[in-house]
């Protein structure tokens, strides 16, 4: 499975906007680039998936870079739900976890 | 929607003792995983199942034996446990097989098992 980097942490202020960086250079092809997060004490939760294309949905957008080598998990108006840890991994086979960047929210 | 249901919760096992984490799912899933994550790290896969039958080592399997009881049920047996064992488990299960790159493969998880070993 490809490897991803991701920044240990971030901090952010409530309801400005949040980009979650990650590098991904040795994804292949046809491997999907998807986000996770977990809040404290529970289990990961899906949050977005893309392949070249932009992605949007209700929780956030994903901006993937023409060569697909890195992308930006893009919250658009951080909350203080949202402090918690946000994965990004690539591959299929099956999805492998590092890290993470742990994500603050400031009042 | 109960999702990926796991038990126990919590546990405290002795040093040597066995113990069988239990996981469902309802969603009629193909795959099913289960990974455990220590303090401060990430997830790490101990083992997964394609489908039904089928079983394969992840990362870390290492004094782990699992079960894919049927299609809903997956569970994870320690036969010995020691303290290295202490770690929060998830299951997790995903509609497609895991090979499948034409859709991705979206992983659904439990809410975790927490085990200390003493």
């Known amino acids: 499975d490809a490897k991803t980097t991701q920044p240990n942490s971030m901090e952010s202020n409530e309801e400005e906007p949040v980009h979650l960086p990650c590098n991904h250079s040795?994804?292949?092809?046809?491997?999907?680039i998807h986000w996770y997060r977990q809040l404290p004490s529970q289990g990961p939760e899906y949050v977005i998936h893309?392949?070249?294309s932009n992605v949007n949905n209700r929780m956030a957008s994903l901006a993937i870079a023409e060569d697909r080598k890195s992308s930006t998990l893009i919250l658009h108006r951080a909350t203080l739900r949202d402090a918690a840890v946000y994965y990004c991994?690539?591959?299929?086979?099956?999805?492998?976890f590092g890290k993470g960047t742990r994500l603050s929210v400031i009042a | 929607n109960a999702g990926v249901t796991q038990t126990p919760k919590f546990q405290v096992l002795k040093t040597g003792q066995s113990m069988t984490l239990q996981c469902a799912q309802d969603?009629?899933?193909?795959?099913m995983y289960w990974y455990r994550q220590d303090p401060g790290m990430g997830l790490r896969l101990i083992y997964y199942?394609?489908?039904?039958?089928?079983?394969d080592k992840g990362e870390v399997p290492n004094g782990y034996n699992v079960s894919r009881l049927n299609k809903r049920e997956f569970s994870l047996r320690l036969e010995s446990a020691a303290p290295s064992q202490t770690s929060v488990y998830f299951c997790?299960?995903?509609?497609?097989?895991?090979?499948?790159?034409?859709?991705?493969?979206?992983?659904?998880f439990g809410e975790g098992s927490w085990l200390t070993v003493v």
């Open positions: 997790a299960s995903s509609e497609r097989g895991y090979h499948d790159r034409v859709y991705g493969n979206t992983i659904y």
């Open positions: 040795t994804i292949s092809g046809t491997d999907y």
């Open positions: 893309g392949l070249t």
């Open positions: 991994v690539s591959g299929n086979t099956p999805l492998v």
């Open positions: 969603m009629n899933h193909n795959s």
């Open positions: 199942s394609a489908s039904e039958g089928t079983t």
